[in-house]
C-alpha cells in the first residue's frame, strides 16, 4: 500500500459496492488489480477460492498471476483466486455444467480452433456443391461468427425475406449445416465458448447460483474492451439474476464488482467491443464508485499535454486529465517533421533512430503506423543503414502472403515451369482447384517426369480431372499465359505487377470479402505496386525486383537483440518506448479514409492516436508526407487533422523548409486544410474534401480497376478520368502519351524527363511527374514541395535542371 498513490489506494480499499476505475494509460492499473487481490485476501479476510479476476489474454492472466504470487504473504496462498481469460472461464464453466443445457453435449467437448472451423466449412461447401470461387470458407465463417454473437441463429438467418441474397442463402445453408455437424462432434467453437456459457448462466438457475455463491468478488480488466456477451457473463456471475431490477437490496453486502477501463482507449469496435458498455455501467448499477486513476508513471508532462488535447475533442467520454510524475518533469518538445515525399520520410525516421542509438545503444524506439502497408518503406530505410529491427503483429512486408502470392505471379509469368510458384497460386484465389484436382495433377507429374504446367496441360486434353475443375485448370493456365504475354511485350514493371493484381481476379477477390483484413491486405498489395514503381525508376527489371523480394525476404527474420520495433498503432496498446514515432499523419492514412462517414469512427481513430502518444515515455516524433504513392502514382496529401488539435507551442519544427506547423502557427492559418492550402501557395479558402480515399466499394473487374485508380486523384492538379488513368497506367491508347511513359520535352534546347529534377523562380526545386505533347505545345506537370503539382505549357516557362 505504501508504493501506491492517494487514488491507487482509495481503488483498493473498496470492498464492497460496485466500483468503477477509470484507469488512463500507464497510471498503474495492473498493480491496483494486484494490490486489491491482496488486500481482499490479507486485510478483508476473503478466502482467495472467492475471487475473480477476468482479463483478456492468456499473457495479460500470467503476468497479472505472477504479480499477486508475489504480493501476498506465503502463509496465505492456501488456495488461489481464480485469474483467467473470458474464453478459460467459460471452458471450466461448460466443462462442469454443459451437460445441464440438455442439448446433447457433454463434458468432453472438443474446442475446434480456426483452422479447424475452416476445415469443416470447406467440407459443407463441397457437400452443397457451393463453389469456393464466389464465396471462401473463411467468408462464410466469418458470417456465421458475427450472427452467433447478434444472437441470430440459422434459421432467422436464413428467413431474411426481402433482403437475402443468393450469398446470404448459401450462408444459411452453410450455417445450418455447420451447427448440426459441431454438435453431431460433440465441438465447440470460440464464439460457442462464451455463448453457451451465458446461456447455461442464463437458462439453469442452480449453475447460476453455484458460481454466484462462489464468487464473491469479481473484477474485470480492460472493461472498456467488452461485448455484450461478456459482460451479460460478469452481470449474470455478479448479480446472480437474469434481471439487475431483481437482485436483493443487501446484495453488495461481502460482495464488491469491480471494473477497471478507459474509455480513451477503447479501439477495438472491429472486433465487436462497445464502448458503450463502460459509458453506461454507472446507470446500470446505481450507486457505483468512480474513481480516476490520472497520475502517469510512464510519460513526461509534455507528452500527457499532448494527448490530453488531442482526447479532449471527443464528446463521449468521461473526463480525465493526465499528469506526470515530478521525477519524469516537463520533458522535451514533441518532434515534428514534414517531408516531401514518404521516402523521404522513412529516410529520417531512419536516420533519427540512428542518431539515438549512437546517443545509447540500449534506447529502444518504436516507429507506429495505421496500416501494415506502410512499414516496407522504414523496412527498407532501416536495412539501408544496416539497423536491426522486429516487425510486431504480422510478417515483414515481403512475407506477407498476399505479396508472396503476387511474386509468385510474376515468377510465372517470366518462367510458367516454375513447380513451387505454381503450386502457391494455383487456386489463389480460390478458382475451383482444390486439393483433390491438385492431387491428381501431382501424381500425373510424377508419373511423367514433367513439370506442373506441362501436368496440367496433359490433364486438360485428357480430361484427367472432372469438367469443373478442368474448365478451372484451362483458365489458369489463360490467365498465366496472358501475363506471359505481357513480359514477352516488354511492358513496365510497374504495369507487369498491376496486371498480377487485377489480371488474376485477386484483387476482385479481396474486394468481394469486405472484412477489415481483406482491406488491409489490398493496402500491402497497393505498396507492392508503388515499390514496383520505385524499382522502375531505379532503372530494375522484373527479375530485379522478384530478386530483391526474394533477398529481403531471407534477411527478414526475427532479431532479439534488435532495440527498434515497428508495428501498428493497435499492436502498441498496452506497450511503452523510450522512442516513439508516429508516421503518416495525413487525412485518408490517419485519420483513416474509412472513419470520414462517422463521428463515432472518427472518435476511435482519436482515441487511437491517444494510445499512440501515450506509448511514448521520453521523446516523441510525428511525421507526415506532403505526397505519397498510392497504387504506383504521387497523390498530394492534407495533414491529418489531429495535428491542429494538438498544442502547438510544445511543438518543435524539425521540417527543412516550408512546414505545415509554419503556416499553423499564423492566426490566419491555423486550421489544418488553411495550413495545407497555404503551404501549397492556394489562397485561404474552405477545402471541401478531406482525403483522396471515397471509401466506396467495387465489385466488377472494371470496378476494381477504378478502384484502385481513383485513389490515385492529386490535389492541386487536373483530374482525369478513372478510365483513361487506367489506360495510362497499363499502356492502353499509347498513341494519346507519348511523351507520358518518359520520353524528353525540349525546353530552350535542354532535355527534360519524367522523373528530372527541375529549378523554377518562383516555385524552387521540384520533380517532373509527367510530360505530354511535343515541340512548343508540350506540357510538363512539376511538383513542388510546399508549393504541389504545377503545369507548364513549354513555350510559356523557363525551368533549369537542379
Known amino acids: 500500500m505504501k508504493d501506491l498513490n492517494s487514488q491507487q489506494q482509495e481503488a483498493v480499499q473498496v470492498t464492497e459496492g460496485t466500483l468503477l476505475v477509470l484507469a488512463g494509460a500507464g497510471s498503474g492499473k495492473t498493480r491496483v488489480i494486484t494490490s486489491r487481490i491482496a488486500y481482499l485476501i490479507e486485510q478483508a479476510a476473503v478466502p482467495p477460492w472467492q475471487i475473480l479476476a477476468v482479463t483478456f489474454t492468456n499473457k495479460a492472466a500470467g503476468e497479472m498471476k505472477s504479480r499477486v504470487e508475489a504480493a501476498l ?13 473470458f474464453h478459460s472461464l467459460c471452458v471450466r464453466i461448460l466443462r462442469r455444467n454443459i451437460e445441464a443445457l440438455n442439448e446433447g453435449y457433454t463434458r468432453n467437448f472438443t474446442i475446434y480452433d480456426q483452422d479447424d472451423q475452416v476445415r469443416v466449412v470447406r467440407t459443407i461447401m463441397k457437400d452443397l456443391d457451393i463453389d469456393d470461387k464466389s464465396l471462401t470458407a473463411r467468408q462464410a465463417l466469418s458470417s456465421i461468427s458475427g450472427a452467433k454473437n447478434r444472437g441470430t441463429s440459422p434459421a432467422a438467418y436464413a428467413n431474411q425475406g426481402d433482403y437475402a441474397t443468393d450469398r446470404t442463402e448459401k450462408i444459411a445453408r452453410i450455417y445450418k449445416l455447420y451447427e448440426e455437424r459441431l454438435k453431431k462432434s460433440n465441438a465447440l467453437d470460440f464464439d460457442d465458448l462464451l455463448i453457451r456459457g451465458v446461456e447455461l448462466l442464463r437458462r439453469v438457475p442452480d449453475v447460476r447460483k453455484y458460481y454466484h455463491d462462489r464468487f464473491r468478488h469479481v473484477m474485470i480488466d480492460e472493461f472498456q474492451d467488452t461485448n455484450g456477451i461478456q459482460y451479460e457473463l460478469v452481470r449474470l456471475i455478479a448479480v446472480g439474476s437474469t434481471k439487475l431490477e431483481s437482485a436483493p437490496e443487501d446484495l453488495w453486502k461481502g460482495r464488491s464488482l469491480c471494473v477497471v477501463g478507459d474509455i480513451d482507449q477503447s479501439i477495438y469496435s472491429f472486433r465487436g467491443s462497445d464502448f458503450n458498455i463502460i459509458l453506461g455501467f454507472q446507470h446500470d448499477f446505481v450507486g457505483t464508485k468512480i474513481i480516476k486513476l490520472e497520475q502517469n508513471y510512464r510519460s513526461t508532462q509534455t507528452i500527457l499535454e499532448a494527448a490530453n488535447k488531442i482526447i479532449e475533442c471527443n464528446r463521449q467520454r468521461m473526463p480525465k486529465t493526465l499528469y506526470a510524475t515530478p521525477e519524469l518533469g516537463q520533458g522535451e518538445k514533441i518532434r515534428y517533421y514534414q517531408s516531401y515525399d514518404a521516402e523521404a520520410e522513412a529516410a529520417f525516421v531512419a536516420d533519427r533512430i540512428v542518431e539515438h542509438q549512437r546517443q545509447s545503444h540500449a534506447l529502444r524506439s518504436v516507429v507506429l503506423y495505421r496500416t501494415n502497408a506502410q512499414s516496407r518503406l522504414f523496412e527498407e530505410a532501416l536495412r539501408r543503414r ?9 510478417f ?6 498476399e505479396v508472396k502470392d503476387i511474386i509468385a505471379y510474376l515468377k510465372l509469368a517470366m518462367n510458367p515451369q516454375d513447380d513451387v510458384a505454381l503450386a502457391r497460386v494455383i487456386n489463389s484465389p480460390p478458382r475451383g482447384i482444390g486439393k483433390t484436382t491438385l492431387d491428381i495433377i501431382q501424381n500425373k507429374q510424377r508419373e511423367l517426369g514433367i513439370s506442373l504446367w506441362d501436368t496440367i496441360a496433359v490433364a486438360v486434353e485428357n480430361r484427367a480431372v472432372g469438367p469443373r475443375a478442368t474448365s478451372a485448370l484451362e483458365s489458369f493456365r489463360g490467365i498465366i499465359e496472358r501475363l506471359s504475354g505481357r513480359v514477352g511485350e516488354r511492358q513496365t514493371l510497374s504495369e507487369l505487377v498491376k496486371a498480377a493484381t487485377l489480371d488474376t481476379g485477386y484483387v476482385r477477390s479481396l474486394e468481394e470479402e469486405k472484412t477489415v483484413e481483406a482491406e488491409g491486405r489490398l493496402l500491402n498489395i497497393e505498396e507492392l505496386v508503388t515499390a514496383a514503381v520505385e524499382a522502375e525508376q531505379q532503372g530494375e527489371s522484373l527479375q530485379d525486383f522478384i530478386d530483391h523480394a526474394a533477398l529481403v525476404a531471407d534477411t527478414d527474420q526475427y532479431k532479439a537483440d534488435a532495440r527498434v520495433t515497428l508495428m501498428t498503432m493497435h499492436s502498441a496498446k498496452g506497450l511503452e518506448f523510450p522512442v516513439v514515432f508516429i508516421v503518416g499523419t495525413e487525412e485518408g492514412l490517419f485519420p483513416h479514409s474509412r472513419a470520414a462517414a462517422s463521428e463515432e469512427d472518427l472518435e476511435e481513430e ?33 495533414p491529418s487533422r489531429f495535428l491542429n488539435e494538438l498544442p502547438l507551442e510544445l511543438m518543435q519544427n524539425l521540417s527543412p523548409g516550408p512546414s505545415w506547423l509554419g503556416f499553423a502557427e499564423r492566426p490566419e492559418t491555423r486550421n489544418n486544410r488553411e495550413a495545407a492550402a497555404a503551404l501549397r501557395g492556394e489562397p485561404s479558402r474552405p477545402v471541401k474534401k478531406t482525403s483522396n480515399y471515397d471509401g466506396k466499394t467495387y465489385n466488377s473487374v472494371e470496378g476494381v480497376r477504378e478502384f484502385f485508380n481513383r485513389r490515385t486523384g492529386s490535389a492541386g492538379g487536373e483530374r482525369e478520368s478513372a478510365r483513361d488513368r487506367y489506360k495510362r497506367g497499363t499502356g492502353e491508347h499509347r498513341s494519346k502519351r507519348e511523351h507520358a511513359s518518359g520520353e524528353p520535352v525540349i ?56
Open 386 to 394: 544496416s539497423v536491426a529491427y522486429n516487425i510486431v503483429g504480422g
Open 606 to 638: 482519436r482515441r487511437l492516436c491517444y494510445v499512440a502518444i501515450t506509448r511514448a515515455q521520453q521523446q516523441l516524433y510525428i511525421t507526415h508526407a506532403m505526397q505519397r504513392r498510392i497504387f504506383g502514382e504521387e497523390s498530394i496529401t492534407e
Open 747 to 802: 525546353l530552350s534546347g535542354v532535355e527534360f524527363r519524367v522523373g528530372a529534377r527541375v529549378r523554377h523562380a518562383k516555385y524552387g526545386t521540384g520533380v517532373v511527374l509527367r510530360s505530354e505533347g511535343a515541340g512548343d505545345d508540350a506540357k510538363l506537370t512539376v511538383s513542388f514541395p510546399g508549393y504541389g503539382q504545377k503545369k507548364f505549357v513549354a513555350k510559356f516557362v523557363v525551368l533549369e535542371k537542379a
Open 73 to 85: 504473504d506465503p502463509g496465505l496462498r492456501t488456495s488461489s483466486p481464480l485469474i483467467s481469460t
Open 396 to 401: 515483414s512486408f515481403y512475407e506477407r502472403a
